[in-house]
């Protein structure tokens, strides 16, 4: 499923990532969701992702959050649950795992057929 997010920032203009683009994780009992949490003086922005987890309040990432910079699928993180929020936020990295992750943002220029070329 492709799902379309909206980043905004205070001045009210967004970007717009494609998530579901990626390698597919079929649903098991042994995943659960995490969230990334982006804060800056221009935007906050949230983004879940799929974990296992592996150890007290200790998860292996099971696909990337485009907001979060640094963390690649099969990361090690420690995520805990904040005060006001449900699920657990990556609060920190454990160990890389040695996969990256790049992003690749178009100008407005770009048009479709050149979006999917590359």
């Known amino acids: 499923m492709l799902q379309i997010v909206r980043q ?3 001045k009210g203009s967004f970007e717009l ?3 579901g683009t990626g390698p597919r994780c079929e649903p ?3 995943l659960l969701l995490i969230q990334a949490m982006e804060k ?3 935007r906050d922005a949230i983004a879940t992702v799929w974990a296992k987890r592996i150890g007290d309040d200790i998860y292996e990432l099971q696909g990337y959050a485009p907001i979060a910079p640094g ?3 099969h990361d090690i993180v420690k995520a805990v649950i904040l005060p006001g929020q449900e699920m657990p936020t990556i609060s920190e990295l454990v160990r890389r795992s040695g996969c990256r992750t790049f992003h690749i943002k178009f100008s407005a220029s770009t048009t479709a057929d ?3 070329e590359i």
């Open 114 to 116: 050149q979006r999917e």
């Open 71 to 73: 963390f690649n699928s």
């Open 17 to 19: 990532i494609k998530l």
């Open 8 to 10: 905004y920032d205070l």
């Open 28 to 30: 098991r009992d042994d």
């Open 40 to 42: 800056s003086s221009t």
